[in-house]
């Protein structure tokens, strides 16, 4: 169930995005969330729709891979969806008792979802082509500045990547710890809300026992190979800007510019 | 003098309730003495319990003696200046293979000691290619450990110890979670890297067939070292070790219980070959 979840996973082909900084990928995502939001008429939406698709097609990770990463989202989509679609005041064209439902409803609505879509399309495009390694390290260096009011970056950044080590050695030891206590007739599929969050106490302790072993573990092993922290660290791989990541910034600045312009229109 | 060095070495788990009360004294090590020589394979066995994790984990100081000194190089383990020469030197493997492993790549794990220890961007990838190839793993070095098997993580914790350059390897319980496959595949990893790297190899384990090829065995039971000396004196003296809870191979025991039976088979035999060679002798003899 857990591993039916696209967003998130690095999708590992070889692509000019993939090979981009992950500092740009970053920077470039927060931007172009940010653009979904400040435009206010339709070009808008052709404009970022276009940008969004042709970076896609740039990235070569499959457009359908990447839209069955909405599926774990639908539930938010239609949420907010619904709150846009009866709760927008306008001109009426449906009345049942209280529920009204306007002109100007149904239009943010679809908007709104499609703005989402954007969003959650752009996102996960940057953790498909981006090695949850990678994206770390681009996360610390960009954080660098926080240090000055301290910040543990270096910190940050190691226990997520740690996180990201162990996430699916967890999964592996959940599935063996729910078959052995089914195994021993433990139920984990029927009943209501309470009896079943009732039956995950039997799955959850062991889990976190075994959790706090490995993380005792883990931090002798760091130790015992002289971890003392980020400073005085080198890295084998350290992040260094190419011409092509000066390109895409270019690119990235081109896109905004478009956007203010027919802003304006 | 040799690389490492403890006198009269004690060290005692205490456990203490909420006021700070003891409650409990565990005496992990009691009054060890030893001396390993630069370059030697040295093998210590014991049942559980018997305090040779605890022996393991002094040798790069992550516990220090509650009473006695152990030196590694000639630096005392509980001056604090020492902390990070030591564990610099004297590189740690452990049990799990899966608990050991910090990054999700197998060559940056490889790269995690050495950039710690702030070596520069192009002698780790030195380090690395050399280290990994030294445990003949250079083919996965793009490869995530999760998908390796357990022998294979193993091997690559070894890499991650060799890249920081040490004189020796404290390995505690290596094999203890992998398959008979994958120990033989450690156990020959640690062999290579002992004979050509010339590394001190300290082998920690209760399997009796690992310890056959080392240059010294000690026997630790109850927290006390109680029997040391080559392989071949060691399991010459079947009855003692059986005191103290441990196998010996299998071979060894079947040639221990004919010459209990009345053949005249010699003590200490270790390999299938030597027992081989030791019957036809005897064959011979009474034709």
Same mark, same amino acid.
């Given at each position: 169930?857990?591993?039916?979840?696209?967003?998130?996973?690095?999708?590992?082909?070889?692509?000019?995005?993939?090979?981009?900084?992950?500092?740009?990928?970053?920077?470039?995502?927060?931007?172009?969330?940010?653009?979904?939001?400040?435009?206010?008429?339709?070009?808008?939406?052709?404009?970022?729709?276009?940008?969004?698709?042709?970076?896609?097609?740039?990235?070569?990770?499959?457009?359908?891979?990447?839209?069955?990463?909405?599926?774990?989202?639908?539930?938010?989509?239609?949420?907010?969806?619904?709150?846009?679609?009866?709760?927008?005041?306008?001109?009426?064209?449906?009345?049942?008792?209280?529920?009204?439902?306007?002109?100007?409803?149904?239009?943010?609505?679809?908007?709104?979802?499609?703005?989402?879509?954007?969003?959650?399309?752009?996102?996960?495009?940057?953790?498909?082509?981006?090695?949850?390694?990678?994206?770390?390290?681009? %996360?610390?260096?960009?954080?660098?500045? +926080?240090?000055?009011?301290? &910040?543990? #970056?270096?910190? $940050?950044?190691?226990?997520?990547? =740690?996180?990201?080590?162990?996430?699916?050695?967890?999964?592996?030891?959940?599935?063996?710890?729910?078959?052995?206590?089914?195994?021993?007739?433990?139920?984990?599929?029927?009943?209501?809300?309470?009896?079943?969050?009732?039956?995950?106490?039997?799955?959850?302790?062991?889990?976190?026992?075994?959790?706090?072993?490995?993380?005792?573990?883990?931090?002798?092993?760091?130790?015992?190979?002289?971890?003392?922290?980020?400073?005085?660290?080198?890295?084998?791989?350290? %992040?260094?800007?190419?011409?092509?990541? +000066?390109?895409?910034?270019? &690119?990235? #600045?081109?896109? $905004?510019?478009?956007?203010?312009? =027919?802003?304006?229109? | 003098?040799?690389?490492?060095?403890?006198?009269?070495?004690?060290?005692?788990?205490?456990?203490?309730?909420?006021?700070?009360?003891?409650?409990?004294?565990?005496?992990?090590?009691?009054?060890?003495?030893?001396?390993?020589?630069?370059?030697?394979?040295?093998?210590?066995?014991?049942?559980?319990?018997?305090?040779?994790?605890?022996?393991?984990?002094?040798?790069?100081?992550?516990?220090?003696?509650?009473?006695?000194?152990?030196?590694?190089?000639?630096?005392?383990?509980?001056?604090?200046?020492?902390?990070?020469?030591?564990?610099?030197?004297?590189?740690?493997?452990?049990?799990?293979?899966?608990?050991?492993?910090?990054?999700?790549?197998?060559?940056?794990?490889?790269?995690?000691?050495?950039?710690?220890?702030?070596?520069?961007?192009?002698?780790?990838?030195?380090?690395?290619?050399?280290?990994?190839?030294?445990?003949?793993?250079?083919?996965?070095?793009?490869?995530?450990?999760?998908?390796?098997?357990?022998?294979?993580?193993?091997?690559?914790?070894?890499?991650?110890?060799?890249?920081?350059?040490?004189?020796?390897?404290?390995?505690?319980?290596?094999?203890?979670?992998?398959?008979?496959?994958?120990?033989?595949?450690?156990?020959?990893?640690?062999?290579?890297?002992?004979?050509?790297?010339?590394?001190?190899?300290?082998?920690?384990?209760?399997?009796?067939?690992?310890?056959?090829?080392?240059?010294?065995?000690?026997?630790?039971?109850?927290?006390?070292?109680?029997?040391?000396?080559?392989?071949?004196?060691?399991?010459?003296?079947?009855?003692?070790?059986?005191?103290?809870?441990?196998?010996?191979?299998?071979?060894?025991?079947?040639?221990?219980?004919?010459?209990?039976?009345?053949?005249?088979?010699?003590?200490?035999?270790?390999?299938?070959?030597?027992?081989?060679?030791?019957?036809?002798?005897?064959?011979?003899?009474?034709?």
């Amino acid at each position: 169930m857990i591993r039916d979840i696209t967003i998130g996973q690095y999708y590992p082909v070889d692509s000019l995005l993939h090979r981009l900084d992950p500092r740009v990928k970053l920077i470039g995502t927060i931007l172009y969330i940010i653009s979904l939001f400040a435009f206010s008429n339709y070009y808008g939406y052709i404009i970022a729709a276009a940008f969004l698709f042709t970076v896609i097609k740039i990235s070569k990770v499959p457009l359908k891979f990447i839209l069955k990463g909405l599926k774990a989202v639908i539930v938010l989509f239609i949420f907010t969806a619904t709150f846009n679609l009866f709760l927008t005041p306008g001109k009426i064209i449906y009345e049942l008792g209280f529920i009204k439902i306007t002109i100007e409803g149904i239009i943010t609505a679809v908007l709104m979802t499609i703005r989402l879509t954007f969003l959650i399309l752009g996102s996960s495009l940057m953790t498909f082509t981006t090695t949850p390694n990678n994206l770390t390290d681009g %996360l610390e260096s960009l954080m660098k500045p +926080l240090n000055k009011i301290k &910040v543990p #970056v270096h910190e $940050i950044s190691m226990m997520m990547s =740690i996180a990201l080590r162990f996430i699916p050695i967890l999964m592996e030891e959940t599935d063996k710890i729910m078959k052995a206590q089914m195994a021993r007739g433990a139920d984990f599929e029927t009943g209501g809300l309470v009896k079943r969050a009732k039956s995950l106490i039997p799955l959850l302790v062991p889990l976190f026992v075994s959790a706090f072993r490995r993380a005792n573990d883990l931090a002798m092993a760091m130790e015992a190979r002289c971890y003392r922290g980020g400073e005085g660290r080198t890295k084998m791989k350290p %992040l260094k800007y190419k011409g092509r990541d +000066l390109a895409a910034f270019l &690119v990235l #600045v081109l896109y $905004i510019t478009v956007l203010v312009v =027919i802003n304006r229109v | 003098m040799g690389i490492i060095k403890a006198k009269n070495l004690l060290f005692e788990y205490i456990r203490r309730d909420e006021d700070g009360n003891v409650e409990s004294i565990n005496r992990a090590i009691d009054d060890v003495t030893l001396d390993v020589k630069k370059g030697d394979f040295v093998a210590v066995l014991g049942h559980n319990g018997s305090g040779k994790s605890t022996l393991a984990k002094h040798i790069n100081a992550l516990l220090v003696p509650t009473e006695g000194t152990l030196w590694f190089k000639d630096m005392n383990t509980t001056e604090e200046d020492n902390l990070w020469l030591i564990r610099q030197s004297a590189g740690m493997v452990f049990q799990n293979p899966d608990n050991q492993i910090v990054a999700s790549v197998v060559e940056e794990d490889v790269a995690f000691g050495p950039e710690n220890l702030g070596v520069p961007t192009k002698d780790i990838w030195t380090r690395v290619e050399e280290s990994l190839n030294a445990v003949g793993m250079m083919e996965y070095r793009g490869h995530s450990p999760n998908k390796l098997s357990g022998g294979q993580k193993q091997r690559i914790a070894i890499a991650g110890i060799m890249a920081m350059k040490p004189e020796c390897i404290v390995l505690d319980e290596p094999t203890a979670m992998l398959d008979p496959n994958g120990r033989k595949e450690v156990i020959r990893t640690v062999k290579e890297l002992n004979k050509n790297e010339k590394v001190t190899v300290i082998l920690i384990t209760h399997y009796m067939e690992e310890v056959i090829y080392a240059d010294k065995v000690y026997v630790m039971d109850d927290g006390k070292v109680v029997m040391e000396g080559s392989p071949r004196e060691i399991f010459s003296n079947v009855e003692e070790l059986k005191k103290y809870r441990l196998d010996v191979p299998q071979v060894t025991e079947l040639a221990y219980e004919l010459k209990k039976s009345g053949l005249a088979i010699p003590d200490g035999i270790l390999t299938t070959h030597e027992f081989v060679d030791a019957i036809q002798k005897l064959r011979q003899q009474s034709w």
